[in-house]
Every structure is written in structure tokens, then in C-alpha cells.
């Protein structure tokens, strides 16, 4: 789950520093980021950028590539309900549309309380129990609307 | 003290296992019994998760699917020793699911604690090291060679050529790379594995490294997987207590290290090149070939990359020997293939068979059907670049050769199957849709294709000249296949072409949703 730490670059650099005896440590760090600051602010771009001797433009390329780091902060937690073709072959299309015109959002978009993010997932290797989802790290199978307005209520609470 | 086992499987726990095992604690201290829980994989007969067993006299009875609601009455039909409860599925080992499968790679999956080395070890565990390290690393790689292991990633590349090719490339350094990054929807043996059996793979990577004399593995597992995560990472810190990892690998003197990785969210990082280039903490960018990354992979260093299952199959078959393996199959298809039956089935999960069984036994019978109870349509076998076969496709047989013969593809062994109400446009818009938004970008029939793609099956989804837009859907799909650098533009054209020629009907019903 995203952690919730206000940014700060001393954190950042400690961060870094305990990542610098692995072999290609740009992903490690990233994903240190998201856990301690809920995203990847450009601050920690730029420390990280110093720190491995690479362009800030090339760092920033590295984070915008990855679908899981973001530079802004989601919401408090992260709805992934998963659209591939198995959890299509069970009607997650209508379920997903359903349930995003109920909150009145789109794919990625969090909820103006800033409780939950809703985004797409490609297979969660659930698909047995599809449809699915990941609610933060906790994997839920063969959802429908009311595992969605459960999930919802207990995000807000 | 009884023993129960209630699977730690990311699937089991989706269906409340850990809820499950608090309740089991909780009624079995009210009412004085002493229990033991071990926290199993998965025996993949997922539609009976949370699957319970309980180990008697007479062998493991297992009841599912268990919810916390039936806690208290299966107490009272005396489960602790195996009394009888409608849950009840009887011994585990009899079910005619299991007794049907012949598990190879998932021999001991669902059957030992994963985390234990002595459950491990008396399961067979530690066998297929101790030959290799007896054998030698040449003749090692002679053993994964003759056992006809293919890749089971989806290219399906003889893994001991493979090996060959790294051991012979001169280097101060190698790699044993493991792609856990099973991106393909219907997909979940590797993760099954991962879980259910986490140290047949860290032996895998261990006699790989010997073999080709490397001493460095690295795991890179999809951030969809934290429950596969904690258990590989649980799995390594007891291999290196052990001293299995470490300086002096089983006291044999080589040295050998794993470290896991965690990807994060790209669909084309499971392809070998981006997934280094990944792993050295760039941008997924997939690489030209040559070189191969079996010449210059991780860092420039010859590196083996292979899939979760061909890596942690070749314990096995150093154990029993490369002709017990070689012996099963069918043509150029050695072996066992763990298919993962997923959608709309009555009966999804992991299901290890020998190569050569026709893939309509596997959805009527084996699946049962589907679980909406209407009649099949289509199953779109080996993930998202697979096509989709209709049921007059459904004496083919599993094997690689047999596949690509009718354009399709076994890739990693998923199936999903579709019933009757499956609008197979939408399909074919849907992987393009995907292949736009997971695409690397560098070359420009897969970056751009696929968006045009999506806009051609719209444009005849809505009726707009539909002849012509089929033609040019067609002749984008031509483009795609031929101009692409890897084989997610490259193989995305197969299911919007198996649609097309298998389902023709579906993409001209326009007349249809006008009247909806
Ligand atoms: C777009 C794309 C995605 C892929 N995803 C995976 C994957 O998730 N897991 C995997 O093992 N192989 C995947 N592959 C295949 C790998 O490139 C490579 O062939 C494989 O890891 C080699 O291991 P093997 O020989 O044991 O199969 C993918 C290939 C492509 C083109
Ligand atoms: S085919 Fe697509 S994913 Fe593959 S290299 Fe080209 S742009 Fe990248
Ligand atoms: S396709 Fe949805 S979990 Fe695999």
C-alpha cells in the first residue's frame, strides 16, 4: 500500500543511499518512494537523477514509463479491478462502467474525498475467480456491485 | 494435535482463506481443541478455494469451498477427523480432478508447508541439485537438453540450447534471470508456483547457475503479486539459513546469491529485453536482436532468461532424468504442460498434463462447461496474443506445433473460455485496445497500429463501411505482424484475425445494435 509521508529530500537521500549497493537500483528506490511518499514527487526525480549520475530528463523518462509510479498522490487507497479478457468473459465491462458511472469517475480518477483511486488492471492471475480485484495489496475474487460498494464504504470510513 | 491445512494462495485468500483460518483459531479455542494450521499453496482445484484439508490416519480429507459461516457445523460433523459434511470432497489425492493430472512441475504444490526445507527436502527437494553437482555443469545442460524441456515463457525455446549458448559465451560474469512477470490474462501458474512451491524454483536457478557458471539470480516478479512477493522472499532467507544460497552452496563449494525484484505495471516487461533493460533500471524499451540476451543480456553479461516454469521443472527432471520427461508428449511438445483453466468455466485452475490432449477435452470435460451454464463459444488459448478458437477447433490437440499450424499459440498455457453472449468485435477492439496501451513504443506499426486499430473496429462496430473497414483492418493486421520489433505488435493481429475469420458474423451486426 502507498505510504502517506509528507515529501522531505532528507528522507529521499536516505532512501537512495540504502539502495546504492544494488546492481541497477532505479526501480528499487522508485518503489521505496511510493511506499514512503504515496507517489514520486520531481524533487525526489532530481535527487535520484544526482545520486546515479543520470539527466533528470532520463530519470524522469524511467518513472513516466511504469504504469504503478505516478508524481502526484493518489487517494488513500487503490481500487485495481482487473478488465482483462477472462474477467471480460465474466462481465466486468458492465460492471466496471456500472460502478464508475455510480461514483461519477473514469478509469485512474479518485474520489473527491480523496479515499480511493479506482484504477485498470490487466490480469491479477485471478482468473479462476474472475471478475477481480486488488483493493491496496488484498486480493478480492468474483466481485460484483455490492464487493464494490463494500469496498467503497470501508475506504471512506 | 490435528493438522489443517488452509492454502495461502493470492486466489484462496481472494475468496477469504485468511478470514477463514482467524474463525478456524478462534471456534477450535472455544471448544478446547488443539489444531495446527499450515498455511499450504494451492492444490488448483480453484473453484473449491478456500479448499480445507485436514490431515487422518487415512490420508488428507479436504472440504470447499469453506466460508466462515460453515466453521461451526463442520466442528460439529467432527472434521477434525475427517467426518462427513457437505463441503466434504473426500481424500484429496483421490479427486478425480487430481487423480487425472500427472504434476511434474506441480508435484508438491498444495502438498508441503512452502516455506519448510525439510518438508521440502522429504518430498524429493534437493535431489535434482545433488545429481547436477554429481554430474557436472556440461553434463547437466546435456540432461535439460535431452529431456526436451521448451520454454514455457510462450516462445517455447529449447531451454538446454539456451543454457549451452550462456555457458559457451566467454564472460568474467553471468546471469540466471527468472521472468515472473506472467502478464498474460488467464494466466497464474507461475504465481501458483511462486507461492505453492517457491524452492523448486530457487533449486531451478541454483543448477542453472552452476551449470552455466554463474552466481548471480535475479527474480522479477509483477507488482500484481504481493502475496507471491512475500512468500519467494520468505522462501530465499530460509534457502540461505539453510545454506542452500550463499558462499558455499550445500557445502559443494559454489557460490550463488538470489535477489528478488519487483516490476512495476508494464505488460511488455515480461518480454525478455525490456524486462533487463528494466531490471537495470531503465525505461522497458524492448532491445533489437542480435544480440541475444543469451550473449549480451543483464549489464552486457550472457544471461539465461527463463520462465518460472521451465526453471523450476528442471529440479525434476534432474531428479528422474531426462528421459522420464522426454517419454511423455507428443511430436516436439515434451513433457507436461501446467494449463491454467480460467473465464467462464464451471472448473478454473491448475491442471499439469502431458503434452498431446485436445483442447476440448479440456473445456467440456475437465472444466465442466461453463459456469454461466450456456453453451461455449470460444476460448482464447495462451493470453492476450493468443487467438480465439471456436468449438469446431476443439479436437486440436496441445502441442506447439499443432497450434501454430492453425495461427494460434499454447504460450503459457492459459485458457479462457467465453460462452454464447461474447461479442467477439468487441474482443478483437479490446486487444487492440490493450496492445495500444501496454505498447514500448518504439516501433510504429504496434504504437500506431494498434490506436488505429481500435478506431478501424470501431468505425465498423458502428457500421461505417464495414467492407472496407474489414479489408483495412485486415491489411493493418499484415502490417503489424510483419513490422514489429517484438511480439507484442508482432502477435497482437491473432486474436482480431482468429475473430474475424472464425466469427465473421460478429462484425457485421450493425443493423443489430440500431435496433437495440
Ligand atoms: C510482450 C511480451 C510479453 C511477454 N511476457 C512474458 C511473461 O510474462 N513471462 C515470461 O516468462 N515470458 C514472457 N514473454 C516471453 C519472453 O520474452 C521470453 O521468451 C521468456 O521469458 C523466455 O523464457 P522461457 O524460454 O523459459 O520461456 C513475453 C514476450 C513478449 C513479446
Ligand atoms: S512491437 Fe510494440 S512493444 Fe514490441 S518493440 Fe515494437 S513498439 Fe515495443
Ligand atoms: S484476467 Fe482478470 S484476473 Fe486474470
Known amino acids: 500500500m502507498a505510504g502517506a509521508a509528507p515529501y522531505n529530500d532528507e528522507r529521499a537521500r536516505e532512501i537512495i543511499k540504502s539502495h546504492l549497493g544494488l546492481e541497477g537500483p532505479a526501480l528499487p528506490i522508485l518503489h521505496a518512494f511510493m511506499e514512503e511518499f504515496g507517489h514520486v514527487p520531481d524533487a525526489a526525480v532530481k535527487e535520484m537523477a544526482e545520486a546515479l549520475n543520470v539527466s533528470r530528463a532520463e530519470m524522469h523518462g524511467v518513472v513516466t514509463f511504469y504504469h504503478d509510479f505516478h508524481r502526484e498522490p493518489h487517494g488513500r487507497h487503490t481500487l485495481k479491478i482487473c478488465r482483462a479478457e477472462s474477467c471480460q468473459s465474466m462481465g466486468v465491462e458492465k460492471l466496471a462502467n456500472d460502478f464508475l458511472a455510480k461514483l461519477k469517475l473514469k478509469w485512474g480518477e479518485t474520489t473527491p474525498d480523496g479515499a480511493l483511486t479506482v484504477e485498470a488492471a490487466y490480469c491479477l492471475g485471478l482468473c479462476a475467480h474472475s471478475p477481480s480485484a486488488l483493493i491496496d495489496d488484498e486480493p478480492v475474487g468474483c466481485i460484483d456491485m455490492e464487493t464494490l460498494d463494500g469496498i467503497v464504504a470501508e475506504a471512506k470510513s | ?516
Open chain 2, 1 to 516: 494435535m490435528t493438522k489443517i491445512y488452509v492454502p495461502l494462495d493470492m486466489a484462496a485468500v481472494a475468496m477469504g482463506a485468511d478470514r477463514l483460518v482467524a474463525a478456524i483459531e478462534k471456534e477450535a479455542a472455544s471448544r478446547g481443541e488443539t489444531v495446527q494450521i499450515v498455511r499450504n499453496g494451492s492444490r488448483g482445484m480453484l473453484w473449491l478455494e478456500p479448499l480445507v484439508e485436514v490431515e487422518t490416519a487415512s490420508g488428507r480429507v479436504g472440504y470447499g469451498p469453506v466460508r466462515v459461516k460453515d466453521v461451526a457445523a463442520l466442528f460439529d460433523a467432527g472434521f477434525l477427523s475427517g467426518g462427513a459434511h457437505p463441503l466434504s470432497i473426500g481424500k484429496v489425492d483421490d479427486h478425480p480432478w487430481m487423480r487425472r493430472q500427472n504434476r511434474i512441475t506441480f508435484a508438491r504444490v498444495g502438498v508441503i508447508d512452502p516455506l519448510s526445507i525439510a518438508e521440502y527436502e522429504t518430498h524429493g527437494g534437493g535431489a535434482g541439485l545433488a545429481r547436477a553437482l554429481q554430474l557436472g555443469p556440461a553434463a547437466t545442460i546435456e540432461e535439460v537438453t535431452k529431456s526436451g524441456l521448451r520454454g514455457r515463457g510462450g516462445a517455447g525455446f529449447p531451454t538446454g540450447i539456451k543454457w549451452k549458448t550462456v555457458a559457451d559465451a566467454p564472460a568474467d560474469r553471468r546471469y540466471v534471470v527468472v521472468n515472473a512477470d506472467e502478464g498474460d490474462s488467464g494466466t497464474f501458474a507461475d504465481r501458483m508456483l511462486m507461492e505453492g512451491d517457491p524452492l523448486s524454483l530457487i533449486e531451478g536457478m541454483i543448477i542453472c547457475g552452476y551449470a552455466i557458471n554463474g552466481s548471480k539470480g535475479y527474480v522479477y516478479l509483477r507488482s500484481e503479486y504481493p502475496q507471491a512477493a512475500i512468500v519467494f522472499q520468505g522462501a530465499i532467507d530460509a534457502a540461505r539459513q539453510a545454506g542452500w544460497l550463499g558462499d558455499n552452496v550445500r557445502g559443494s563449494g559454489f557460490k550463488f546469491d538470489i535477489e528478488l525484484r519487483i516490476g512495476a505495471g508494464a505488460y511488455v516487461c515480461g518480454e525478455e529485453t525490456s524486462l533487463l533493460e528494466s531490471l537495470e533500471g531503465k525505461r522497458g524499451i524492448v532491445r533489437a536482436k542480435p544480440p541475444l540476451p543469451a550473449h549480451e543480456g543483464l549489464f552486457g553479461k550472457p544471461t539465461v532468461v527463463n520462465n518460472v516454469l521451465s526453471m523450476g521443472t528442471v529440479p525434476m527432471i534432474l531428479e528422474k532424468g531426462a528421459q522420464h520427461y522426454a517419454d511423455l508428449g507428443v511430436g516436439r511438445s515434451r513433457g507436461t504442460m501446467p494449463l491454467q483453466i480460467a473465464g467462464n468455466v464451471k472448473y478454473g485452475g491448475l491442471f499439469e498434463t502431458d503434452f498431446g490432449i485436445p483442447l476440448g477435452d479440456i473445456v467440456n470435460d475437465i472444466a465442466g462447461g461453463t459456469r454461466s451454464g450456456r453453451p461455449v463459444r470460444a476460448v482464447q488459448v495462451g493470453g492476450p496474443l493468443g487467438a480465439y478458437l471456436p468449438v469446431s477447433l476443439f479436437d486440436l490437440p496441445i502441442d506447439y506445433e499443432a497450434f501454430a499450424a492453425k495461427d494460434s499459440l499454447i504460450g503459457h498455457g492459459g485458457l479462457v473460455v467465453f460462452d454464447d453472449t461474447v461479442d467477439m468485435a468487441w474482443m478483437a477492439r479490446f486487444g487492440m485496445e490493450f496492445c495500444a496501451i501496454e505498447s514500448c513504443g518504439k516501433c510504429t506499426p504496434c504504437r500506431i497500429g494498434s490506436t488505429r486499430g481500435v478506431e478501424t473496429i470501431d468505425k465498423i462496430r458502428r457500421g461505417e463501411n464495414v467492407a472496407a473497414n474489414i479489408e483495412l483492418l485486415k491489411d493493418l493486421c499484415h502490417t503489424m505482424k510483419f513490422g514489429s520489433l517484438c511480439a507484442l505488435g508482432g502477435f497482437a493481429p491473432y486474436p482480431v484475425e482468429s475473430a474475424l475469420r472464425h466469427f465473421p458474423e460478429d462484425f457485421r451486426k450493425p443493423a443489430l445494435e440500431a435496433a437495440e
